[in-house]
């Protein structure tokens, strides 16, 4: 008997191989005008990715995690002030937090959807609170209309962390397009990935984006480039990678839509002890993982383990309870902490079979 082919986690290269005439094209575009850095491609991809986000602006970055960290600089906030943020959450955002010196104040996520809570933010404002970050994670926007009563009222920002969510979108708003500003992750993983690291920040606030921009640029003067009008870095999007996401941002609804297909695959044919995370009614997910909770994740585990079945835990320690995090674990988030010993992610990805779906849900059964 053969044994049944192995499912990964994560195929990329289903993912690429239909754009390969497109990407040989824009690598030799690239290599023949050899502006490696700044080259038309930047300023192109960052037209068409605010067009797409529904927002005026868009700079692109060198990663997500830098993104996030020059939107809360380019915010003006620093030491003494605190920044509200999800405990279950990728650990940039918290880094963010602390790179520009602020101090995270985590809060507990909805039983429901894993998403931050309106609720626990409100109560968790203070008179240092400097902004709120929105993480969509999974592909599923936040409850943004709940969390923009909560900052509005307090004057507070709200920034969203949209690395795990293009295209997503909730109430009608396109993940980037409700808060303050947003930043993207072009991890090669993410729904819209580079070939390496990348990242953007989008805003319809035109100085917050021009201070962002001249930061992640040596703290250039826009119009004099051996100007240097603040103390800057370097954290800029590559010629390549945006030539690369130039193209695939034009798959992107047809790849988010094939993800979609997936997960409701997944639905009808898991066991009924495998609970998918919920969606929120008026949120458009664009699935970045297929997570599902489950009471037993040892067992789900050995037995994808011997079926050759890839899976992930997103994650499996809560932000407040890293080391790294642990002085600012400042409340319990029990929401949160349960859910990290019970979450289990699928193998899911654009090109994804359903003849592999059947399998992964098919092993699961047999748990
Ligand atoms: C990937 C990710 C980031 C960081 O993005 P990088 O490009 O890897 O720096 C931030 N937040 C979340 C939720 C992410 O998933």
């Not at 390969?20 to 991809?45: C, I, N, Q, S």
């Not at 599902?292 to 890839?310: F, Q, S, T, Y």
């Not at 992930?312 to 949160?336: I, M, N, R, T």
Request: hydrophobic share 45%; with cysteine; aromatic share 6%.
């Amino acid at each position: 008997m053969t044994r049944p082919a192995p499912v990964p986690f994560l195929d990329l290269g289903a993912v690429n191989a239909p754009l390969r005439d497109a990407l040989d094209v824009a690598w030799k575009t690239v290599l023949g005008h050899g502006r490696f850095v700044g080259g038309p491609e930047v300023a192109a991809f960052e037209d068409d990715f605010a067009a797409y986000c529904g927002t005026d602006h868009c700079v692109g970055v060198a990663n997500g995690t830098d993104a996030l960290e020059l939107v809360l600089d380019g915010l003006g906030i620093g030491p003494g002030d605190e920044v509200v943020l999800p405990a279950n959450t990728f650990v940039a955002t918290a880094e963010a937090v602390r790179a520009v010196g602020a101090r995270p104040r985590f809060v507990d996520v909805r039983p429901d959807t894993l998403l931050v809570d309106p609720d626990a933010v409100a109560a968790a404002i203070g008179p240092r609170t400097a902004a709120v970050v929105a993480v969509h994670l999974f592909g599923q926007m936040a409850d943004v209309d709940g969390l923009l009563a909560v900052t509005d009222r307090h004057g507070v920002p709200l920034v969203e962390d949209a690395a795990q969510a293009h295209g997503a979108r909730y109430a009608g708003r396109r993940a980037g397009g409700a808060g303050r500003a947003a930043a993207f992750s072009f991890y090669p993983g993410k729904n819209l990935g580079a070939f390496g690291d990348g990242g953007a920040v989008v805003s319809d606030d035109a100085e917050l984006v021009a201070r962002i921009r001249r930061t992640a640029d040596h703290g250039r003067s826009a119009t004099s480039r051996h100007h240097h009008d603040v103390s800057g870095r370097n954290s800029r999007l590559d010629t390549l990678q945006a030539a690369v996401l130039g193209i695939k941002l034009g798959g992107l609804d047809a790849a988010n839509a094939r993800r979609v297909e997936a997960v409701e695959r997944y639905r009808e044919q898991l066991p009924d002890w495998c609970a998918p995370v919920a969606q929120d009614p008026l949120a458009e997910s664009v699935h970045h993982l297929a997570v599902v909770r489950v009471p037993d994740r040892a067992a789900a585990v050995a037995a994808l383990d011997a079926g050759g079945i890839g899976w992930g835990v997103h994650y499996p320690v809560p932000c407040h309870l890293q080391p790294a995090f642990a002085e600012f674990a400042d409340d319990p988030c029990p929401v949160a902490e349960r859910a990290a010993g019970e979450i289990l992610s699928l193998p899911l990805f654009p090109g994804i079979a359903p003849a592999q779906v059947d399998r992964v849900c098919s092993v699961l059964a047999g748990v």
